[in-house]
C-alpha cells in the first residue's frame, strides 16, 4: 500500500490555515471597530392619540388650561367655568377623532384635534383645536367652535388644510338631531395664530 507524501501537502496546509487565522481576525477587527451608525433617539417626532389624550388644552370658555388624562377632564361636582358653577363637567376628544399633518408650513408633524365639553346639561359642544410641534414638545396653540351636539364623521389634512366631513343642523332639525351633511375646511394662520374656515 502506497503511503502519501506529506511534505507536498505542508505548503498548501500552512497557507489555508494562516489564511482562516487572517480572515477571522479582520473580522473580529471589523466586529470591533467597524460599527453601524446608531440612529439618533428624540422625542416623538409625530404626534399619537396617546400623547393628544394626554396633553394640556385651553378651554376657550372656562379660559384655563386643562390637562386631560387618558383623554378625560372630568369633575362630578359643581365645576366652576368661567365663574358660573355647572352641574357637571365632562371635556375630552371626540370620538378619537385626529388628524396628523403639517399645519404651520415648517416641514414638522402637528395635529387637528376635535374637542367636546358638557357642562352637565344635554348639549355637548364641539371645538376644533390645533396642536403644534413646538420646540420638541406638542402645544394647543388655538382652537374654534364647530357647533353643539354635531357629528364629525371624519377629520383630515390635506395640503395643511383642515377638512371636516361633518352632519350639522338644517334649518328644521332639533337640537338633538343634526341631519344637513357638509364638508368644513380650515386653514391655521401663522401670523394671527387662528383658525379660520375657509
Known amino acids: 500500500m502506497n503511503q502519501m507524501d506529506f511534505s507536498k501537502l505542508k505548503f498548501p496546509f500552512f497557507v489555508l490555515v494562516a489564511a482562516v ?3 477571522a481576525g479582520g473580522m473580529l477587527a471589523l466586529q470591533n471597530f467597524v460599527k453601524p451608525t446608531p440612529i439618533a433617539q428624540t422625542q416623538e417626532d409625530t404626534p399619537s392619540l ?4 394626554n396633553i394640556e388644552y ?3 370658555y372656562c379660559e384655563v388650561p386643562m390637562k386631560l388624562t387618558d383623554g378625560v377632564f ?3 361636582e359643581n365645576f366652576l367655568c368661567n365663574q358660573e358653577p355647572t352641574f357637571g363637567f365632562l371635556f375630552q ?3 378619537e377623532k385626529i388628524a396628523i399633518g403639517d399645519l404651520n408650513f415648517d416641514g414638522k408633524s402637528d395635529a387637528a ?3 367636546a ?3 352637565g346639561g344635554s348639549g355637548n359642544f364641539r371645538e376644533l383645536a390645533v396642536v403644534l410641534s413646538q420646540d420638541g414638545t406638542f402645544k394647543h396653540v388655538a382652537s374654534v367652535d364647530i357647533g353643539d351636539r354635531v357629528i364629525v364623521n371624519e ?3 390635506q395640503s395643511s388644510r383642515i377638512l371636516l366631513d361633518m352632519v350639522v343642523h338644517g334649518p328644521e332639525d332639533g337640537a338633538c338631531c343634526p341631519t344637513q351633511a357638509v364638508l368644513k375646511i380650515f386653514r391655521f394662520d401663522v401670523e394671527s395664530q387662528e383658525l379660520i374656515e375657509i
Open 113 to 115: 384635534v376635535v374637542l
Open 117 to 119: 365639553t358638557n357642562y
Open 93 to 95: 376628544i371626540y370620538n
Open 155 to 157: 377629520i383630515s389634512i
Open 21 to 23: 487565522i487572517i480572515t
Open 58 to 60: 385651553y378651554h376657550s
Open 74 to 76: 372630568q369633575w362630578t
Open 50 to 53: 396617546s400623547l393628544l389624550n
